[in-house]
């Protein structure tokens, strides 16, 4: 099934620096989104780039997407102490409506 | 503006027992997504339904889970005989329409069989 896998695994960066994390999927898709992971909490939408977008920019996020190499990174600038969290690409594959989550990059902060 | 509730948000069962998790989906939202999420992995797919229809249930074991959307109601996720390995966060989700956007996700409800 349509699946992301992130990488790195796991990141730990001092406040101040950037984040970035990267999205392989398999088969073409709609669009592709990010989203956090507080610990013990639910997921909360970060950012939505559609299949024939390059680029899109939320605050100090920035997200590219390569459909040629079924890629996409997420960017986080300036990081804080509550970036810390867990963040997941999840993919919608055409002519399928369900979102399929990757394992997601574990993001620590320290401050 | 309510977001999508679920309750409870943390369930112990002993094995053999039933487990019945429920949400309230975004007020308006008519498109419900279950996932199911083990310790420090991502969010497996479980079951899309609508309101009174079950429309996806390919990532749902065929055995002791069942999933509704009433008319009226909440969603309701059972799961009948638990066994440990159902021990899971699970996520409800909610959209407007079948997804071509953003999923709402409610906190979880942690189950624990012993």
């Known amino acids: 099934s349509q699946q992301g896998e992130e990488d790195p695994q796991a990141l730990s960066i001092q406040e101040g620096e950037n984040a970035t994390m990267n999205c392989s999927y398999k088969?073409?898709?709609?669009?592709l989104q990010w989203y956090r992971q507080n610990s013990g909490r639910g997921l909360v939408h970060l950012i939505l780039i559609r299949s024939n977008e390059r680029e899109k920019h939320s605050g100090r996020l920035r997200v590219t997407l390569d459909t040629s190499k079924k890629s996409s990174s997420l960017l986080i600038t300036a990081s804080r102490a509550a970036d810390t969290a867990s963040y997941f690409c999840?993919?919608?594959?055409?002519?399928?409506?369900?979102?399929?989550f990757g394992a997601g990059t574990t993001v620590t902060v320290r401050a | 503006n309510a977001g999508v509730m679920q309750n409870p948000r943390h369930l112990v069962r002993r094995r053999g027992q039933e487990a019945r998790l429920r949400c309230s989906p975004v007020?308006?939202?008519?498109?419900v997504y279950w996932y199911r999420q083990l310790p420090e992995e991502g969010l497996k797919f479980m079951v899309y339904l609508q309101k009174e229809n079950i429309i996806d249930e390919s990532g749902m074991p065929k055995e002791r889970f069942s999933a509704e959307f009433p008319k009226e109601g909440p969603s309701i996720l059972r799961i009948q005989q638990v066994v440990r390995g159902d021990s899971a966060a699970y996520f409800c989700?909610?959209?407007?329409?079948?997804?071509?956007?953003?999923?709402?996700f409610g906190e979880g409800s942690r189950l624990t069989v012993l």
């Open positions: 007020k308006g939202h008519s498109h």
């Open positions: 088969t073409s898709i709609n669009n």
């Open positions: 999840a993919t919608d594959a055409k002519n399928d409506y369900k979102l399929s």
């Open positions: 989700a909610s959209s407007p329409g079948q997804t071509d956007g953003e999923l709402f």
